[in-house]
């Protein structure tokens, strides 16, 4: 069906809205300093607009995450979300554990507790966080049975 394309489409970014005042120099610092922390992203200053714009490279400058003011911005019910996935139940607990003492310091960081969901054939392992973004990411791992 996509043989004519080099490779299949994918997701590359997620944009949301947010008030301006979320994006001024003291909560981008703030939001720049949870995202660095739980899951190694950074932003791409060249795109930084004070109280407009902020980019967070998500690893590879095709994976990204675009923050944009406006004067009505994003709403989302609490588990809205987008999900990132890792590769092992491991890497899961490392990302969990980081969210979790980020919390300790900052109670704005909103978690939803790690759960495994056993289906027989694969059983998928995550855990919900947010902090200042309208939008929740969860987290997730397959684990396959044998």
């Excluded at 588990?79 to 979790?100: I, K, N, T, W």
Aim: hydrophobic share 40%.
């Amino acid at each position: 069906m996509f043989e004519d394309l080099p490779r299949h489409p994918r997701f590359n970014h997620v944009a949301m809205s947010m008030p301006a005042d979320l994006l001024d120099e003291r909560h981008r610092s703030e939001i720049l300093a949870f995202y660095a922390d739980v899951f190694g992203w950074e932003e791409l200053p060249t795109l930084t607009i004070d109280r407009e714009r902020l980019v967070l490279k998500a690893h590879s400058y095709e994976e990204f995450v675009f923050l944009i003011a406006d004067e009505k911005p994003m709403s989302c019910a609490r588990l809205d979300h987008f999900g990132m996935s890792v590769a092992e139940p491991s890497q899961l607990d490392a990302l969990y554990s980081r969210a979790r003492r980020y919390r300790e310091r900052d109670e704005r960081v909103e978690i939803v507790e790690r759960a495994v969901e056993d289906h027989g054939t694969v059983k998928l392992h995550s855990f919900y966080v947010r902090f200042l973004l309208p939008m929740m990411i969860e987290v997730q791992c397959f684990e396959w049975a044998q």
